[in-house]
Each structure stands twice: as C-alpha cells, then as structure tokens.
C-alpha cells in the first residue's frame, strides 16, 4: 500500500474537483482519497453574524462515480491511499492535466492504518469489537463529535472483470 499526497497550488473550484475525483477514481489502484482543505460552513459559527447562513458559491452537491458528495471544504489537498505504485506516472498525468497553475506530488505516509483512541470513544463500549470488524479505510476518519454521515462518503469502485 503507498499513499500520495496531491497539493495543488491553488483551492479547487467545486467543478475541478468533481473532474479531479471522477478521473483518479477511475485508476484501479485507488482504494481511498481524503479531501483536505478550508472548511465551507453552512451558518457562521461565531462572531456577531452567528447563526446566519454563509453562501458560498463553492459549497455544492458533486457527481463522484455517480455519488453526490456534498463539499464542505474548498479542496486544497488531497491524501490518496493506492494499493501499489504502477499506477503514480497516470495520476501524474491527469494533475498536469487539470492543475495548470501546479501542484506538488509526494509520496509518503499521510492517514492513519491502525485504530486511534479517537476511533475507540466514538465507539464506545462495543468500540473493540466494532473496530476488528470495521472496514479498515475508516480507522481514523471521524471526529468524535461529528456524524459519520456528514463527514464520510464512501464511492464504490467498480470492479470489471475482463
């Protein structure tokens, strides 16, 4: 397993990154991606405009493989788990092809592969059991104050058998 972290040189558009996802997501390697980046609220948070609605043009429902994924972050970076390294020369090529303004490619070791204490209080009790069983590329991916369901999409890959 390698992970790839992609960091273009500047935030994505809500359009070059449904573009972006739908094309690495095509690579048959690609077992998970992690979107990282400013945060786009729903309402102010704080301050005197507290509980007013932001709009913020970027803050859209995008078609991955046929998912809606809701962005609620200006994607900034990308961390990218493949299974091997045969497929690193073809996602070279499709951020060349999108991000003319550049962007940076390492190679490196970026999410987590084994539980959190985290990963154990959101759990619970049952957190031991529910953690052996889990799918192995959600360790590590959820606050413990927030819902899953908000914070995780899972896109399944399609596999053709030739």
């Known amino acids: 397993m390698i992970e790839v972290e992609i960091f273009p040189h500047r935030y994505l558009k809500a359009s070059t990154t449904e573009k972006f996802l739908n094309k690495i997501y095509d690579l048959k390697t690609v077992e998970r991606v992690v979107i990282h980046g400013q945060p786009l609220p729903k309402v102010v948070n704080y301050g005197p405009a507290r509980g007013t609605p932001v709009n ?6 995008i078609n991955v493989k046929g998912v809606p994924v809701e962005l609620t972050v200006m994607a900034g970076r990308f961390w990218i788990t493949l299974s091997d390294d045969s497929e ?10 999108l991000f003319p303004f550049g962007y940076n490619l390492r190679v ?3 999410l987590k592969d084994r539980p959190t204490v985290t990963d154990y209080i959101k759990y619970g009790e049952d957190g031991v ?12 991916m959820v606050d413990p104050r927030s819902r899953m369901a908000t914070s995780v999409t899972v896109v399944e890959k399609e596999d053709k058998e030739e």
């Open 88 to 97: 690193l020369d073809r996602l070279d090529e499709i951020c060349k092809e």
């Open 129 to 140: 059991f529910l953690i052996n069983e889990m799918d192995r590329r959600l360790i590590g």
């Open 56 to 61: 913020h043009t970027e803050r859209k429902i």
């Open 108 to 110: 490196g070791k970026f």
